[in-house]
């Protein structure tokens, strides 16, 4: 048999399922497809990429793209890549289920 489910709580106090090893490995190749189609348009907006995260939370998966930028991000730098980004998402469809797409900063209680 495979290795049964695990849940971890991240830091921001959200439980995220993590089906199996074979599951990880499908979203570790998810997250690195999406920060290769993101990271011209995140350079192009002045930005660059922290984390990419394409979790299933309450039953919903979300992919989030987490930026920074040495200035400081604001909601229009997240709104602008969100933006440009989504269609080529669409074009490309990396991932094979539906999900909430957020483009959100790294914060400032981030690991440095």
Not at 32 to 56: Q, S
């Amino acid at each position: 048999m495979g290795l049964s489910p695990l849940f971890l709580l991240c830091k921001n106090g959200l439980t995220h399922e993590k089906s199996s090893y074979k599951g990880r490995t499908e979203m570790s190749k998810i997250t690195e497809t999406v920060w290769k189609l993101a990271e011209p348009t995140v350079r192009e907006n002045g930005c660059e990429i922290w984390d990419v995260e394409y979790v299933r939370e309450a039953g919903t998966w979300y992919l989030r793209i987490y930026i920074d930028r040495e200035e400081g991000v604001s909601i229009n730098h997240c709104e602008a890549i969100s933006r440009t980004l989504d269609p080529i998402l669409d074009e490309n469809d990396p991932i094979p289920e539906s999900y909430i797409f957020e483009v959100c900063s790294a914060g400032i209680e981030r690991e440095l």
